[in-house]
Nanobody
């Protein structure tokens, strides 16, 4: 069974840090773009960060650039999101996604995403 399982969410005060992990199983995503997306209550899902298959290219939303870092460990089939200097507006459900299609990334979008179940991040002021 192909799965993406997120972990690392939780509650933190503004200015704090969290590290999200997304472990893929049932399929090797080494040649695929992967990314993190988030959805706050009443808002549409938005792209947060995307990383290329080799990790050499990364893309970030303007609102998180300089505070969040996406990385991946191909050997572990895992992608990470290090979130520093968290703000209350970062509160959302965070989803990991992998592009089903093999190949290069196109900014903060995935051509055909496979989604994880999500992990909640809550930042209090």
């Amino acid at each position: 069974q192909v799965q993406l399982v997120e972990s690392g969410g939780g509650s933190v005060q503004a200015g704090g840090s969290l590290r999200l992990s997304c472990a893929a199983s049932g399929f090797t995503y080494s040649g695929h773009c992967m990314g993190w997306f988030r959805q706050a209550p009443g808002k549409e899902r938005e792209g947060v960060a995307v990383i290329s298959s080799g990790g050499g290219s990364t893309y970030y939303a303007g609102s998180v650039k300089g505070r969040f870092t996406i990385s991946r460990d191909t050997a572990k089939n895992t992608v990470y999101l290090q979130m520093d200097s968290l703000k209350p507006e970062d509160t959302a459900m965070y989803y990991c996604a992998a592009d089903i299609l093999y190949g290069s990334c196109s900014g903060l979008t995935l051509k055909i995403p496979r989604w994880g179940q999500g992990t909640q991040v809550t930042v209090s002021s």
